[in-house]
């Protein structure tokens, strides 16, 4: 039986380690095996994922673990490229590719920006290094010929900020407007390949540790609507998320290009 290969980036903590975990719970064949490939900043965090998902199932591995920082344009490059030539493609029946990895940026007002450099920096941790991700995937499928026809599912953690601004919120919003935007571009390119799929889903707000930064860096209008949404318990678990993700992603049932929040899906 042909194995499922899942590729995460930003998979050390928060959604990108819940979709990791996720991906092999939900496998509705439990006898077939998973691959995971693993990126993110923090190299500790990712063999903690590693060791997560090793609990789960004896039949999910992870195969290699990157640590990565997606704002170095170069390494981005250099390293994507490297672990996509090290995959024995032929292998995988199934391919998961979760574009996952992002910053909060800056929240202010416009009129207050002043750190340039930084805004900079996070341009292209948030949109650079997430459309050479997806370039360099979709490029080494096209390179394996014809011949290789997997099941392809890439998906982009997107957001409410990706269809509705908020005041203050105008450089998440605009980088998650970009990634949407260029998801749909993308599944317009393969719309002749029905199993070629893209996905835009909005992952809802998650208890994870951007939460907590949003909590200490929002404006004061907004601290206590962000604050009461964590002492009421309406922060949703990244798992939880996560879990509704992957059973879209075996489903492979959406309409392509589709941006799907959380919201409406978990009834």
Request: glycine content about 4%; proline content about 2%; hydrophobic content about 35%.
């Amino acid at each position: 039986m042909s194995k499922i290969l899942a590729i995460v980036t930003g998979a050390s903590k928060g959604f990108g380690k819940a979709i990791a975990q996720e991906i092999v719970k939900c496998n509705p064949n439990k006898n077939q095996l998973i691959d995971l490939v693993l990126f993110a900043r923090s190299l500790d965090g990712l063999k903690l994922t590693k060791e997560s998902i090793e609990t789960i199932s004896t039949n999910a591995k992870v195969i290699d673990l990157q640590s990565l920082d997606m704002s170095n344009i170069p390494d981005v490059e250099l390293k994507f490229k490297s672990v996509l030539e090290n995959i024995k493609w032929e292998e995988y029946s199934k391919i998961c590719f979760f574009n996952n990895h992002g910053t909060l940026y800056h929240l202010g007002r416009i009129e207050d920006f002043s750190d340039y450099k930084n805004i900079q920096k996070d341009n292209d941790t948030n949109t650079t290094s997430f459309v050479i991700t997806t370039s360099l995937l979709v490029k080494k499928l096209k390179e394996l010929g014809s011949q290789y026809s997997p099941e392809v599912t890439i998906v982009n953690s997107s957001s409410l900020c990706a269809i509705k601004a908020f005041p203050t919120w105008s450089l998440y919003c605009s980088s998650r407007a970009y990634r949407d935007m260029f998801f749909q571009a993308l599944s317009l390119e393969y719309k002749s390949n029905d199993k070629f799929k893209v996905l835009n889903y909005s992952l809802g707000v998650l208890d994870t540790d951007m939460q907590s930064q949003v909590r200490e860096e929002c404006s004061e209008d907004d601290k206590s609507f962000y604050v009461g949404l964590k002492n009421d318990g309406k922060l949703i678990n990244p798992n939880r998320s996560a879990s509704i993700c992957s059973n879209l992603v075996y489903s492979h049932k959406f309409e392509t290009g589709a941006h799907l929040d959380y919201y409406d899906l978990d009834k």
